[in-house]
């Protein structure tokens, strides 16, 4: 059986309009690190799981 | 007054909320729902005509007692650990979420609940918005929501003008050095792929409408705090103010009053009492109503403008649990509590299972070590 490498894969649309950065500058557009609690106070991911 | 919080580790709104109402002598309980199942126990006990349910856990002893208020703040879910068989993992996932939805629904029927349980999942449904949003009497944009190309296609060429296209949720993907962040973007028919991937992601695709800039809305029973977005100031910015709010100047203003009833008659619709609200105003002056986020996040909105309060007016109107609001914690001011809470927050990720949040998605099919996560058991706590 042949092996299907994943990025020869099409992706989808979303994949293919988001937005590429490097982490830096990810966090250099918010001015915070993402991974502190604080975060959330410079960039509001608004959507909750329910 | 007692109050429960539905919450995660880390969550620096509840944290705060929680420090000012325990200063004022409220007492608060934090319930994170990482921490179940691996740190928590949960049981329901259902006989005759009764229903008892306990939670214990790190912070946590609840037996069923009322509490005044249930702020269902955002519960992360359930959180497995690393170590288990991975057949195992979804049906352990799905058994431990289908139990605590049903375990919630036991919790405190007579508090007043930000927002009420059945409406919360409601008013997460993009598309229910936008139709409540037009019998509640607000414009919303021409938008078609589809996974159909040829309707896609059809869309794109007969909109006269540019077109956006957003995503149900928000979407990050992560290699471990980049990161690929998906906000509204606009599309064109050269950016579809084809038409068979096309149609594995339905999307939402409306007109790109002119902005002269933007307005976060956050409501809080009666409560309306308006802020306005400089969105447009900044190329970065003029598509969705998301992609960069280092620089993002926020300041205060008022909705017209046709608006403002239209945001309280759609508030109805949805059975929320709580909700963040986003709008566009054209150069012509016309408010353009895209989504309401119904447990959004707002301190963000008084950290970058200080006079745009909202930790103070959120504090009463939980403790006015839908009547009259008081000015219990009229003087308080989030530049005076989020360093607490900041710290707070630390110690509460130690202390309890950490959860990164959905909607990061790694870049390939090989886990990513390199970014924070779910671990299902903190250093030094023994479940």
């Known amino acids: ?50 | 007054m007692r109050i429960l919080i539905a919450t995660f580790a880390g969550d620096v709104h509840a944290l705060e909320v929680a420090l000012v109402l325990r200063e004022r002598g409220h007492e608060v309980v934090q319930w994170c729902g990482g921490d179940f199942p691996t740190l928590q126990s949960a049981s329901v006990e259902l006989d005759g005509r009764s229903a008892r349910w306990s939670a214990c856990g790190p912070e946590l002893d609840l037996d069923g007692r009322e509490f005044d208020v249930v702020w269902y703040r955002r519960s992360a879910p359930p959180v497995l650990p690393a170590r288990m068989h991975p057949a195992d993992r979804p049906v352990a996932q799905r058994e431990c979420e289908d139990f605590l939805a049903g375990l919630w629904t036991l919790v405190s029927p007579s508090a007043y609940w930000v927002n009420p349980l059945a409406s919360r999942a409601r008013a997460e449904l993009k598309l229910l918005q936008l139709r409540e949003a037009q019998r509640a009497g607000l414009a919303i944009p021409p938008t078609l929501s589809s996974n159909d190309p040829e309707r896609i296609r059809a869309f794109l060429a007969g909109a006269g003008g540019p077109v956006v296209y957003k995503a149900f949720y928000p979407a990050w993907w992560d290699d471990g050095e980049r990161v690929a962040h998906l906000l509204t973007s606009e599309v064109d028919a050269a950016a579809l792929p084809e038409d068979e991937v096309l149609r594995l992601t339905p999307g939402i695709f409306q007109p790109r409408i002119e902005k002269a800039h933007e307005l976060r809305v956050t409501v809080m029973g009666s409560r309306v705090v308006t802020a306005r977005i400089a969105s447009q100031a900044h190329a970065a910015t003029r598509l969705d103010w998301r992609a960069r709010t280092k620089e993002l100047a926020l300041e205060p203003d008022e909705l017209p009053p046709e608006v403002e009833r239209g945001v309280h008659a759609l508030m109805r619709r949805l059975g929320l009492v709580f909700g963040c609200l986003d709008f566009i105003v054209t150069p012509e002056g016309r408010h353009v109503f895209l989504e309401v986020n119904q447990m959004g996040q707002f301190l963000w909105v008084e950290h970058t403008n200080p006079d745009l309060r909202l930790l103070g007016p959120f504090c009463d109107f939980l403790l006015a649990r839908g009547g009259p609001v008081g000015d219990e914690c009229a003087d308080v001011r989030h530049a005076d509590w989020f360093e607490r809470a900041d710290a707070a927050a630390l110690v509460m990720n130690r202390d309890h299972v950490r959860w990164a949040g959905e909607f990061s998605t790694s870049d390939s099919s090989t886990p990513n070590p390199g970014r924070p996560g779910a671990e299902a058991k903190p250093e030094g706590v023994s479940p």
């Open chain 1, 1 to 50: 059986m042949n092996e299907v490498r994943e990025e020869t894969l099409p992706r989808i649309l979303g994949r293919r309009l988001a937005q590429e950065q490097t982490r830096q500058q990810f966090e250099e557009s918010h001015g915070e690190e993402s991974a502190r609690p604080t975060y959330t106070l410079r960039y509001p991911p608004d959507r909750d799981r329910n």
